[in-house]
């Protein structure tokens, strides 16, 4: 059997998107699943290189902080050069830098092949969604970005069982190792099915004044939100850095509006259902991001779970999502969607309000149900979210477009862990200083800020005291989040565009699709071999 025969027998015309979605899904699932079996593995990552916190909490930043930072940059430059190109570039980085870590022998060395994991995955993650765009026409994207979401929601559910597995009988090495065959998977499986597709009305010309600006100013935004509980808010540090993130981000602003071919075309948020995406996906990430964060911390600081049983305990709201997300997308194909969002994130605040009465012994049983209902309003959210933010511009523009949703949800989340951190330390401070008088300033001081990273420990009465504070401030922090998911039902409800995609032929939605060129041609057909 010919080549020609084997790519006519196993893809075609009809079937090439859905090789491509599936492409796209492994490379997703092998983001998040890595962005979850990470957190199970630093005690015993601390264990066997002997890493100080601060390397320890640079192992989650460095990776946050290259990712967060370079997403608009990965989504513009595949617009230029090749989305399919980019995301191979990126998966390339993501898989040989997990091979890197996996070799660790020192802090340093694990944190740079963290920060190098980042980068491949800002090449990767925009690519996903503007491939995937550009392979599927509007009226079938909702069901697409649907499938989408859900294997990012499962990796995310099995993520810290897997881990935990791994960790417990394999080693910490070993959830690194477990990305090389995924990655494997992704690069033939694109290589044998997903067309090259590139913005053609952009110059093959970086824009490196409008890089450099941004990525000065999200860099030192990102660094100040993570470092900032540490660091003092107040301190000379986090000023300096909040103030080289204005100057960087006005920079980019103003190279922006003056070049012919911008990196970012702020005429996108012209369009209400790109900008109010946009905004949903900054407040659905500064909300739910956060309390995840502080839950897990709950679940295992206060009532004593490994974060293995603290990971199970939260598969009913994830297994939730792998089955709401596809269906989502699938309703927003038929009635748009406004409607999905506003409901998820309407479920999202009674969700929250109702976990926002926890004590030192609330029954699991008991938040089961608002686990469920999170669950529900997320499948609800996201994949109808993302359909909103690229229907909402041209097929041409979707790499760009698609960092900018990404880099909105990263940065979001990224401000809610600080601002729930900075809120926890605060609220806990006037509880430890109520229920502990009787301890010097600077002790209760340092017990507070010990409670914006999840820290609950003492013994007796401080011990005591100090749960109490940290309850009463994560209490506290819910129902706050819970009204700023109200606040993002309203936001989507007034800014999201009403009604349905438009029908399209299939085949225009590869209007922007160029051929691979001989070069293409003979690696897909070496993957084509690779596959039978």
Request: aromatic residues 10%; hydrophobic residues 55%.
């Amino acid at each position: 059997m010919t080549r020609t025969q084997l790519r006519t027998r196993f893809v075609n015309e009809e079937n090439r998107r859905w090789w491509t979605l599936a492409a796209m899904c492994f490379a997703l699932f092998m983001i998040m699943l890595d962005n979850t079996v990470v957190n199970v593995a630093l005690p015993s990552i601390q264990k066997d290189l002997g890493a100080s916190i601060s390397g320890l909490e640079w192992t989650v930043n460095a990776y946050t902080l290259s990712f967060a930072v370079l997403l608009v940059t990965g989504g513009r430059l595949g617009d230029i050069f090749g989305r399919r190109r980019m995301f191979l570039f990126g998966v390339v980085v993501f898989g040989a830098s997990s091979a890197f870590i996996g070799l660790s022998q020192s802090e340093a060395w694990l944190v740079s092949g963290r920060a190098a994991q980042g980068i491949g995955a800002a090449f990767m993650m925009p690519a996903t969604l503007s491939i995937i765009s550009n392979a599927f026409p509007p009226h079938e994207r909702g069901k697409a970005i649907g499938t989408w979401a859900g294997v990012s929601a499962l990796a995310l559910a099995i993520g810290p069982v897997v881990g935990g597995f791994l960790v417990e009988n394999v080693s910490w090495q070993s959830i690194f190792f477990l990305n090389l065959p995924v990655a494997a998977i992704a690069v033939v499986v694109t290589l044998f099915a997903t067309h090259e597709s590139r913005d053609e009305t952009a110059p093959r010309s970086v824009d490196y004044a409008g890089v450099s600006a941004l990525t000065a100013g999200l860099a030192a935004l990102v660094l100040a939100l993570v470092e900032g509980n540490a660091w003092g808010w107040g301190s000379g540090r986090i000023a300096a850095l909040f103030a080289v993130a204005v100057i960087g981000l006005v920079a980019f602003a103003v190279v922006e509006s003056r070049i012919a071919n911008p990196m970012v075309d702020f005429k996108f948020f012209r369009s209400r259902s790109f900008a109010g995406a946009n905004l949903v996906a900054f407040i659905v990430s500064f909300a739910m991001l956060a309390t995840f964060f502080f839950f897990a911390l709950y679940l295992q600081n206060v009532r004593g779970y490994s974060p293995l049983q603290a990971g199970v305990r939260f598969l009913p709201m994830t297994v939730v999502i792998i089955f709401a997300g596809p269906i989502a997308g699938r309703l927003s194909d038929k009635i748009g969607p406004r409607p999905l969002m506003t409901i998820g994130l309407l479920l999202n605040a009674v969700s929250l309000f109702w976990q926002g009465h926890l004590s030192v012994d609330t029954p699991y049983t008991q938040l089961l149900g608002a686990f469920v209902l999170m669950g529900l309003g997320m499948g609800l959210v996201m994949s109808p979210m993302s359909t909103a933010a690229m229907n909402a511009v041209d097929p041409t523009k979707a790499g760009v477009a698609s960092g900018v949703l990404s880099m909105s949800r990263m940065v979001g989340g990224t401000f809610g862990v600080a601002a729930m951190g900075a809120l926890i330390t605060g609220l806990g401070r006037h509880k430890i200083d109520e229920t502990l008088p009787q301890l010097p300033d600077s002790a209760r001081h340092g017990l507070a800020e010990g409670l914006g990273a999840g820290a609950t420990g003492g013994t007796g009465a401080v011990h005591d005291a100090v749960q109490s504070a940290f309850l009463y401030a994560l209490n506290d922090g819910l129902r706050i989040a819970s009204v700023i998911a109200a606040l993002g039902a309203v936001a989507a409800w007034t800014l999201i565009e009403a009604g349905a995609p438009k029908r399209q032929p299939v085949h225009d939605a590869g209007s922007s699709e160029v051929g691979t060129g001989d070069g293409g041609s003979e690696l897909a057909a070496a993957a084509e071999t690779a596959l039978v």
